[in-house]
């Protein structure tokens, strides 16, 4: 069996593909940058900040944790228009009830685990 690899396509195209990758570390680098900064700020006000902002952080990475994986990585599995529900595409219905799903797990959770007798994060610690 002999093969022959003909790479004129990808050096005819080169400039683009080259363009394409940096592209894609320049915004690899920005979002690294603008997650670190934005976790260390909530990080921050969890730790040293007033009650409401402390809930407030508390709620939305309880939320941005809980959105399942598959949802934001593997639109494909969703992305489509049939079965429709009350005149609405799969595609919007779908997110809708994982959303609603996920928010009663997670109240679930709390629910049932909310009189265990833990300590808090920081507080009672000495």
């Not at 939305?60 to 994986?69: G, Q």
């Given at each position: 069996?002999?093969?022959?690899?003909?790479?004129?396509?990808?050096?005819?195209?080169?400039?683009?593909?080259?363009?394409?990758?940096?592209?894609?570390?320049?915004?690899?680098?920005?979002?690294?940058?603008?997650?670190?900064?934005?976790?260390?700020?909530?990080a921050l006000v969890h730790v040293s900040g007033p009650r409401w902002a402390r809930r407030l952080v508390v709620?939305?990475?309880?939320?941005?944790?809980?959105?399942?994986?598959?949802l934001l990585v593997y639109p494909g599995l969703?992305?489509?228009?049939?079965?429709?529900l009350f005149?609405?595409?799969f595609f919007y219905w779908y997110q809708f009830a994982v959303v609603i799903a996920t928010a009663l797990l997670t109240g679930a959770v709390y629910w049932l685990t909310r009189n265990r007798g833990e300590e808090g994060p920081v507080e009672g610690r000495g």
């Open positions: 069996m002999e093969y022959h690899l003909n790479f004129t396509l990808i050096w005819r195209h080169f400039g683009r593909l080259a363009w394409g990758l940096l592209l894609s570390i320049e915004l690899s680098v920005f979002a690294i940058v603008i997650g670190v900064l934005i976790g260390f700020a909530l709620f939305y990475v309880e939320t941005v944790r809980n959105v399942p994986l598959l969703y992305a489509r228009t049939a079965p429709e005149g609405f595409p």
